[in-house]
């Protein structure tokens, strides 16, 4: 893995304007080419779009020109001390890139990927249990039930940090001797770390992040994990979501990708729950509980993921 391409693709995204199409964008045509992303920069505009297919690459060749090598530098060595420190980084175009984020977000999928803990959880069996912050009484047994049951069973857990039911699912789940993913709205070098050093030593929580390392948190970011949540997900449960709150988003990303949702709204949802439950998610809850057994059941059914397109260009 070559850190100044990691970097490159990272000071690429510094650049106003760009996102994760035209960080991948740049990983594909550094292939189709067959050199280096750091390489891309180096190269003159009129020059790299004549060697590039037909397309538009005008917002890439003019980002590329835009990347600075100061910040290019910087960044590397942020990613030497992460990779120093025990972490991972795959690239969309990497091999070993994780095949259920290829599967189920195709182009939308994140350009790199930093892991931080056991990497074998990404592609394990899971389920993801999300919700409120704010959470019921009710609502967060259900949670550490639903987390209880997957860990007991050998399924991953994963969900997104947050207070209430994320960190009920996280903490339950390594209580009963399981393993969980927690996929960070942030960069791994501004996720306050110590908060799961007692996890992280023990072997038994995975730090994912789809965002540059040093990026803080911001709305757009804890939208778009959402995404990648219900992509390492084999089955979505999402407890109490609300209208505007990214649990809701979460279900609604499984059920695009073909994954079974299971929902248990809460009092004050703005009728999100029932949203949820018209456009194909089932009841999490049965007489007020979670029926251990049907849980797990769902996890054995055939996959009927969605593929999603992918394209080089």
């Known amino acids: 893995m070559n850190t100044r391409d990691?970097?490159?693709?990272?000071a690429l995204c510094h650049v106003s304007g760009v996102g994760n199409a035209t960080a991948r964008r740049a990983l594909h045509a550094a292939q189709h080419l067959g050199v280096s992303v750091f390489y891309l920069?180096?190269?003159?505009?009129?020059?790299?779009?004549?060697?590039?297919?037909?397309?538009?690459?005008?917002?890439?060749?003019?980002?590329l020109q835009r990347t600075s090598e100061t910040v290019i530098d910087k960044v590397?060595?942020?990613?030497?001390?992460?990779?120093?420190?025990?972490?991972?980084?795959?690239?969309?175009?990497?091999?070993?890139?994780?095949?259920?984020?290829?599967?189920?977000?195709?182009n939308d999928a994140p350009a790199f990927l930093f892991c931080f803990g056991d990497i074998a959880q990404l592609d394990?069996?899971?389920?993801?249990?999300?919700?409120?912050?704010?959470?019921?009484a009710e609502g967060a047994l259900l949670a550490a039930k639903c987390a209880r049951t997957f860990a007991e069973a050998g399924v991953t857990v994963v969900s997104g940090g947050a207070e209430g039911?994320?960190?009920?699912?996280?903490?339950?789940?390594?209580?009963?001797?399981?393993?969980?993913?927690?996929?960070?709205?942030?960069?791994?070098?501004?996720?306050?770390?110590?908060?799961?050093?007692?996890?992280?030593?023990?072997?038994?929580?995975t730090l994912v992040s789809q965002f540059p390392l040093s990026?803080?948190?911001q709305t757009v970011h804890a939208v778009t994990r959402n995404a990648t949540i219900s992509a390492f997900a084999d089955v979505v449960c999402v407890i109490e979501p609300r209208k505007a709150g990214g649990s809701a988003r979460a279900g609604r990303c499984g059920l695009e990708q073909g994954k079974i949702v299971l929902v248990h709204p809460g009092a004050d949802d703005g009728g999100m729950g029932e949203t949820l439950f018209r456009e194909g998610a089932l009841p999490l809850a049965q007489d007020g509980d979670v029926d251990a057994m049907r849980l797990l059941r769902f996890m054995s059914e055939p996959p009927q993921t969605r593929p999603k397109q992918t394209e080089l260009f």
């Open 6 to 10: 990691v970097a490159t693709l990272l």
């Open 41 to 63: 920069t180096r190269l003159e505009p009129q020059r790299l779009l004549e060697r590039l297919p037909v397309g538009d690459f005008d917002t890439l060749v003019s980002a």
């Open 76 to 106: 590397e060595s942020e990613v030497q001390r992460f990779l120093s420190a025990g972490g991972r980084v795959f690239l969309a175009t990497d091999d070993d890139y994780p095949a259920k984020l290829t599967l189920c977000l195709g």
């Open 124 to 136: 394990a069996p899971s389920a993801a249990v999300v919700g409120a912050r704010k959470v019921s």
């Open 165 to 205: 039911v994320d960190t009920i699912a996280h903490n339950e789940s390594a209580q009963a001797g399981g393993k969980t993913v927690m996929v960070l709205p942030m960069g791994m070098l501004n996720y306050p770390a110590p908060a799961v050093a007692d996890m992280l030593e023990r072997g038994v929580l």
């Open 215 to 217: 990026a803080v948190w």
